[in-house]
């Protein structure tokens, strides 16, 4: 096997382990949906952290913020296509922090993806289980924590220059950025 054969073999062995990471992330999700489903009032806030972060359970048929509340099929559209992307992604080949940022990003993706196909009030119309409030300023889930600091990682190891899969050469702009210093 040659270097490049040798470490894309490498980059694809990280694909179980983030599935695994995914699944890890949708189980979490799951089980304190579960919690909360079971556990909380509807609409009442039961502070955990005095007023700054309380449980309160809801049903949010929209994207964060309740944004696009109307169009539940659209978000379900694209949360698999996130899926599909994400899994493609992975499937390539990826460097261990590359493989950790996409397998929490999937997991947020999957268990929201899973929430939409399943949850009342229909196929492809499901609400998401939320129930994390912040400070009044809105309310979310373990998946949302996924993906918003999925996505921070991400954004970071790209900012950083860390290569997306082992062995790649890195891009024209970083490696003049390497030279300089």
């Known amino acids: 096997m040659t270097t490049s054969e040798e470490s894309g073999a490498t980059a694809r062995r990280m694909l179980p382990w983030v599935l695994l990471l995914a699944a890890g992330v949708v189980a979490v999700d799951q089980l304190t949906k579960r919690w909360a489903e079971t556990t909380l009032v509807r609409g009442e806030a039961t502070p955990v952290v005095g007023e700054v972060i309380q449980w309160r359970l809801i049903y949010n ?17 694209v949360a698999a296509l996130a899926v599909v992307g994400l899994v493609v992604l992975a499937a390539r080949g990826l460097t261990l922090s590359w493989a950790i940022g996409v397998g929490v990003l999937l997991g947020g993706a999957v268990s929201h993806l899973g929430d939409r196909l399943l949850r009342e009030p ?12 912040y400070n009044g300023y809105f309310v979310g889930n373990v998946a949302d924590i996924a993906l918003v600091g999925g996505a921070a990682f991400v954004g970071l190891l790209s900012v950083i220059g860390v290569d997306l899969r082992p062995g790649e050469a ?12």
């Open 122 to 133: 229909g196929f492809g119309r499901g609400h998401i289980v939320d129930f994390i409030d």
């Open 61 to 77: 048929p929209g994207a964060a913020f309740g944004l696009a509340a109307g169009f539940t099929w659209v978000l379900t559209v």
């Open 170 to 181: 890195p891009h024209p702009a970083l490696r003049a950025s390497r030279q300089i210093r």
